[in-house]
């Protein structure tokens, strides 16, 4: 017993410097409670700066008394508390557990001060349970990694210190310093995978393996080494590969099927995005790979896609252009959200430049290519189709429709800001305004 109550200060003094400003994500729990409790008894000794936060889903009857019971707790430990309510979509698509987890850590990283470390009270045991999760759904070595012990977050830094201490370690403090923590009904749900490998499972592994958890950490730290490689070989492969934040594919198609989907992987990975599933992966860059020069084959999964156009493959969010409809009036001034990868338009004051102001006078018209459009642009003796301009100036076919056209008086006068109407461009001397289009996806 002395010796697992031992395991719980030895490892958060060897894993966290002193001097550090800790945050510690406070559920109420048994196991927060234990490092939260564990921190505020050893931050003299180490001159850590304590803090907690506690996130408040709304999804139990009982989740306001939960905030409370944490305000009570963290008074008596004498550390500051603070409580952040999120609110969870029901219909998020990917189960409310996953919505869940998403807004707890979205606030979390609001919340973190820069050089702030967030604590978690991650344990051995959880370690295992992710490993036997990732295991079973096929994942590769990234997920057999498991739960990292820190990481780079937000401003500041994200540490789990007790990710080598065991649950019955932490149970065994609990009970010695006889503390009061909640006990989530959610927990006893083994219609949900992690409570079924908790319930079911790893009693039995730890009938025949009493050690199963620690083999798995050590599982997960040569997965996480080797991880580490495959990223550090991604990147390698990237500065051969990108050209303007696309993919070139002939340096791609010299790779190897293998590092192909690594690179891919690790730059899905980068960008926040989910992980296109492993058949779908493999097959969709097949199609890619092999498709004739006038083909525009597409991998797509979740909201995004891998597309491909002259050469390159382009990675995509492909959110739905939601909030505009096909046809605007727009009086100029603030913002337009045109949505999704449409991105949004504004209009900057100059002189001398630009669409004439004269041109505003009634308004603007946003609206999107139907077919047949054509502009006599600036420079130019002809009206030339969006299509031909499109065509000669290698636009991406998926973003043609959705690039802004802004009409003046029924006549177009301007494509977004790439082309204006010679009879719209502001004379010299004469105040006019330039198109501002931001936030839109690739168009070359």
């Known amino acids: 017993m002395s010796s697992q109550l031992a395991d719980i200060p030895q490892s958060l003094i060897q894993s966290i410097p002193g001097g550090i400003s800790l945050c510690v994500a406070l559920s109420g729990g048994r196991d927060s409670s234990v490092l939260l409790h564990a921190l505020a008894r050893l931050r003299d000794r180490s001159d850590w700066r304590l803090r907690a936060v506690h996130i408040n889903h709304g999804l139990q009857s009982h989740a306001d008394a939960w905030a409370s019971h944490c305000e009570q707790f963290c008074a008596g430990l004498e550390v500051p508390l603070r409580v952040r309510q999120v609110v969870i979509s029901r219909d998020a698509g990917h189960g409310i557990e996953a919505a869940a987890r998403e807004a707890r850590y979205s606030a979390l990283r609001m919340e973190i001060r820069p050089g702030e470390w967030l604590l978690t009270a991650h344990h051995e045991d959880d370690q295992l349970e992710t490993v036997l999760l990732h295991l079973l759904r096929g994942s590769g070595v990234s997920g057999l990694a498991g739960i990292p012990a820190g990481s780079d977050f937000a401003a500041g830094r994200l540490c789990r210190p007790l990710l ?20 989530d009904p959610t927990n006893a749900d083994i ?14 592994l730890r009938l025949r393996w009493p050690t199963a958890a620690r083999a798995a950490g050590r599982s997960a730290r040569l997965a996480g080494e080797a991880a580490n490689l495959l990223e550090d070989l991604a990147h390698i492969d990237e500065l051969t590969v990108m050209r303007g934040g696309n993919l070139s594919l002939p340096p791609f198609r010299a790779l190897g099927a293998a590092r192909q989907r690594n690179l891919i992987r690790s730059l899905v990975r980068r960008r926040g995005w989910s992980m296109p599933p492993e058949q779908r992966l493999r097959a969709g860059l097949q199609q890619l790979l092999d498709a004739r020069a006038d083909r525009h084959p597409v991998l797509a999964w979740s909201d995004y896609e891998i597309r491909r156009f002259r050469e390159r493959l382009y990675l995509i969010e492909a959110g739905p252009a939601a909030g505009l409809a096909d046809s605007h009036v727009w009086s100029g001034e603030g913002e337009l959200l045109l949505g999704g990868p449409r991105g949004r338009l504004r209009l900057r004051p100059t002189v001398g430049a630009g669409l004439a102001s004269g041109a505003l006078g009634g308004g603007l018209q946003v609206a999107f290519r139907s077919g047949g459009e054509a502009v006599q642009s600036s420079g130019d003796l002809h009206h030339r189709t969006l299509k031909y301009l499109f065509q000669k100036h290698a636009v991406v076919p998926w973003m043609r429709g959705h690039i802004p056209l802004l009409y003046a008086g029924g006549e177009l006068a301007a494509v977004a800001n790439l082309w204006l109407a010679d009879w719209a461009i502001a004379r010299p001397g004469d105040p006019g305004v330039v198109i501002v289009w931001e936030g839109h996806a690739a168009i070359v």
Do not use: K, M, T
């Open 164 to 183: 080598g201490v065991s649950r019955a370690s932490i149970e065994a403090y609990a009970r010695i310093h006889a503390l009061h923590w909640i006990d």
């Open 191 to 204: 219609a949900l995978d992690r409570n079924f490998l908790r319930a079911q499972v790893v009693p039995a």
